[in-house]
């Protein structure tokens, strides 16, 4: 009998093995999307430089990002029902190297509005790429145990954030000639060297698509053979959960979270940037976003993990929120080390904020948990709001002010918060799909 047990135990290491290794290789992507997307911030003020752009044109650079989620989301998860998370891995990523090198090949177009077409065709790998890992790193392992893998997940997503902005920072925002010059007096001269600088990003970002795409290649027998339930039916009843309220509360609330968290983050840099605050160059500003911003929510992650464990969700959340509120406030009234500290600290209490609004959600949406995390990964393209808004009331009356829009924002996620703790859990059937993850 303990023999059995024995040879039992030894042979089912060998496939605990398999499934780590294959659930290392997905998180690697989830880090790889996070880097991507995190140079976003230094992009926006690079090529705000080289065009001469307001605040307004230059977050539209934001903007296709949200649009490729909003059109895309649906599609892409149509398409993984009839080809499986892997090859749609291995397009996302082929789509996503194409992107970075159109991106280099539009900035010798003159112009601003080649580069928006470019960061679209990326936007869109990044895309098909999200809701193609979320599903796959939930089957890979126990099915009691998914929560914990997408949350171990998003903790890399968060790393390749950090690790971006500072690769951005450097590479884009430390050539001589954004140092030197301000955006307003840039010449053609000045603006080659910029983009000579954006290129050089993108270049090394494709190159590092490419290794990934190779290793996925390699790697697609075996993630085939340690997830074979990867090609999954789309969910049926998506527009049912347009009929709860709580699934549209929740939405809401997820729109206006992203939008706030990327509105901030974009602008952070010029923010940090200006005399009245910390007067830092633009590349110790992208550091400070990094670390303390970006940073922030990677650390607020690990913390907020924990207290998860002893405070109910409601309750941390309506803190966070509140807390952030408070913060933007401060960023209002304020200036110097204050304010600019006050924006930075926004970073640390964002973390929780989306997987504890989702999982509300769908606590209490009374409406399959599948139709309810279709509605909630729409609301995310709903949140491209925020930053046009942001961007219209910095150029109007200046960057402190544009703090008003997150403001507003966190403050209703604190109301959501308030009113489910007074609100019992809904019945709902057990999950049928995971939910992406920002």
Known sequence: MEGAKRRQVSAADPDKRRTLLALAAVTSLFFAWGFITSNNDPLIVALRAAFRLDYTEALLTQIVFFLAYGLLSLPAAWMISRIGAVDMILGSLGIMAAGCLLVVVSTNADSFWPILAALFVLAGGFTALQVAANPLAAELGAPEHSHLRLNFAQAFNSLGVVVGVHFGSLVMLGDPALRAVPHHAMNLAHRAEVLTAV????????????????????????????????????????????????????????????????????????????????????????????????????????????????????????????????????????QGPVAGYAALAIGFFNSIMFPTIFTITLERSGVSQSSTSGLLCLAIFGGALLPIAVGMIADRFGLGASFAVPLAAYAFVAFFAVAARTNRVAAIEPPTAASPIS
């Open 199 to 334: 290129d050089r990003a993108f270049v090394i970002m494709a190159a590092g698509l490419v290794g990934l795409l190779l290793l996925f290649v390699a790697l697609r027998g075996f993630l085939d053979r340690v997830a074979p339930n990867h090609r999954t039916v789309a969910p049926a009843g998506t527009f049912e959960a347009l009929h709860s309220p709580w699934a549209l509360f929740g939405a809401a609330a997820i729109g206006l979270y992203v939008g706030a968290e990327v509105s901030i983050g974009s602008i952070m840099i010029n923010f940090l940037n200006h005399r009245s605050v910390l007067g830092l160059p633009f590349e110790a500003a992208g550091v400070y976003l990094a670390n303390f911003y970006w940073g922030g929510a990677l650390c607020g992650r690990l913390v907020g993990t924990i207290l998860l464990t002893k405070v109910r969700a409601a309750r941390l959340l309506a803190g966070c929120g509140s807390v952030n509120a408070l913060l933007c406030f401060t960023v209002l009234t304020s």
